[in-house]
């Protein structure tokens, strides 16, 4: 019988030559950036230096922006607008994401908003806002709860539709007082979901809240790389758009990444599953 | 979703009384208050509690709308922006497939793009939208590359997934059987990536749109963004809720309407339907 | 011990555009320390009757209690799937369901899960279990709530074969230890013959249909031949009474 072969491209590339160790998918993680580093530097002589800098110019710029502070001062302000934001975001849309998820009726009210909300371009929000609250107000703030809100509700509606009923009855037929269904059911129940609304309502509500930055803030992370690149200063506009990514990085790793498996520890996993003392089969009681 | 343990749905017996249950909500009305309260909120604030310049009722908005239809260059903009779009788009998506069969195939190819696609899927649009601004000028690249730089990854994460679920018992059963290569592509390998190369033209298509305008209004001679540009510099705050009403309601067009329908009819057999 | 009174019970759900007949005025009565069979095959109301008796549905007409001398009694429910709280500790799924916090509450739980076996995993979560010790924990969660009667509704038919054959055994010692009236919904003919003392006929469309006394002394073995025997009447009687579904 034969079986079909899907994978395994890479071993007829030319690469198969310099090494086995660069073929791993590891070495691919760092070989990328390399990669690009090279073609950048490659590349940037033959462009003139205020369309493409050269990588130099821009770790130079971004060194910069380090030691004076620019680099931390804008994102500290643009994180706290976030997070005010956000807090925000999480209690309104909890309440309006539970309540559409108990009631079809308050569904129905809210849906079409929630809808509109996620299609909604952050452009004009931050046009808006800016209009409204001018520079010096909470527009930014006012856009990561308008950004955020709709995946907070989508979220938490969606959680409580996926409480276990079989749970729900077992919990009904032991008649278990309400404060402790709530308590080890109902919340233990929502958390995966409470997590899918940090997560997306953090990462659009910073997208919005960086673009919001530009036309009705004078701080912050999306007005300091706004004005760099109104000011032609090319090679710190792609510095700080790579303190973006590195800030980009930090979060997914650090903190989703190890908050989600603490939570999540009672979920099986072989590795966890071996942690538990090695019970005897069954069969072996019986006679 | 809650389902009841009921037993296997049978024809009733002759002569049953219909037992009372509470009656259905009518839940068209609710939605309707919805949309009432909002267009009435928006009406008293506009009226009573800001100037015209910050808010502008609705019927101002409407003028401004039939204003801008009036006059010459609407087509002229709002072609150029698709024009935009669906090059960039075209571009994101054959790129960002290639890339997604890649990574879904090899493992080496994941941990290649595995970083970057991570990042373009966190980092603002604002960030590519200055970028190719800054590179490409005024010129129609700025928007196209912005687009594909910010687009491809979405059509990518679509695409593995959609490579990682191909059913590889069936296509062990199809080599069992003889099948040769060809045959297996069109019948197992293709619908069952179908679903998702489709999904990924949604999650594409919600992105590029916007950084369409987006990278317009910072750096554009024609489209949508820079007339949006233009009006809002003018405070003519009307003129931006009149855009921006030409904008969404397009896009809604093509994402709820035209796209979900498609997906709809040509998926039927999928038994859960993806976000 | 409890009395369990059920009185014309009907039962219809309302579906978007018909209706089902779940029950249609079943009655009987059980009491004391007895072993009660709701055997018959799929469709015919059986879970629901046990969902009525234990408080997660309504009746649509008719009644159906369980009663400790006036008041309602204490009912401990095992369900097919063992429907433990998967974020919470075997320990922590026991204390879940009881009415008291205390020391003496804790001891007994303690006490029942030995009584199964799994007394060293009470720390376990769930998914670190096999789907037989779930179950034993859902079997010893409703003995650990020391309930007037307990409502089982085919909590072994998820099991393999041997799983199943052990805890049967189990079940019937801590039946006969407790003195309890329980309530067993089953399909299985063979385990309603080896396990009760009386069984309850349900046909398709929530009958009544018959109530069948199973005199045979305990403790019964599965292989034995009155066993079979009692089995094949059985059997015999659905076919009889039109019960073997087309």
Known sequence: ????????????????????????????????????????????????????????????????????????DAFSISILRLAAGFAIALVVGSVIGLAMGLSSRVEAFFHDFVIVGLTFPYLIWGLLVAMWFGFEGNGPLIVVVIAGLPYVILNMSEGVRDVSKDLRDMATSYEVPNGRVLQHLILPSLSPFFFASLRYGLANGWKGLVLAEVFAATSGAGYVINEMQEYGFFAGVIGFALWFALFSILVERLIFGRLSRRVFRWRSTTASAEKVRRVEPFEAMVD | MATRTVPPQEAPAPGIETPTERPKPRLWAWRLAGYVLFIGAWVLLATYAFEVYILPSPTRVLAEMREILGKGDFWENFLATLQHLFIGFTIAYVVGTAIGIAMGRSSYWDGFFHDYVMLALTTPGLVFAL???????????????????????????????????????????????????????????????????????????????????????????????IQIRVKFELFNMAGVLAWAFFLVAFALIMERVVLQRLERRFFRWRPKAFA | MATVEVRNLRKVFQGEDRQVVALDGVSFSASGHTFVSIVGPSGCGKSTLLNVLAGVEHPTSGRADILQGDRRAQVGYVFQAPRLLPWRTVMQNMLFVQKERTQQVRERAARYL?????AEDHAAFPAQLSGGMQQRVGIARAFSIEPDALLMDEPFSHLDAITARGLRRELYEMWFDTKKTVLFVTHDVGEAVELSDRMVILAKG????????????????PADDKVALMKADVLRTFEELDLVAT
Request: hydrophobic share 50%; proline share 7%.
């Open chain 1, 1 to 72: 019988m034969t079986t079909v072969e899907l994978t395994r491209p890479a071993e007829r590339s030319r690469f198969a030559r310099i090494g086995r160790v660069l073929l791993t998918p590891r070495a691919a993680r760092i070989t990328a950036p390399l990669l690009f580093l090279l073609v950048w530097q490659l590349v940037a002589p033959l462009i003139p230096s205020r369309i493409l800098p050269m990588p130099s110019e821009v770790a130079e710029a971004m060194w910069e922006q380090l030691r004076d502070g620019t680099m931390v």
């Open chain 3, 114 to 118: 030995k009584m199964v076996g799994l």
């Open chain 3, 206 to 221: 929530g009958k009544l249909r018959d109530d069948i006394k199973v005199d045979l002394p305990y403790p019964r073995d």
């Open chain 2, 131 to 225: 970028i190719c601004v800054m590179i490409f000028g005024l010129s129609t690249w700025a928007p196209i590359v912005a687009i594909v730089l910010t687009t491809f990854p979405h059509v990518t994460v679509n695409v593995v997934e959609g490579v990682r679920s191909i059913p590889r018992d069936l296509l062990d059963m199809a080599s069992a059987y003889g099948v040769d290569r060809r045959t297996q592509l069109r019948h197992v390998i293709l619908p069952a990536i179908a679903p998702f190369l489709f999904t990924a033209v949604r999650y594409g298509f919600a992105i590029a749109w916007k950084i369409t305008a987006l990278t317009e209004l910072f750096g554009g001679s024609e489209g949508v963004g």
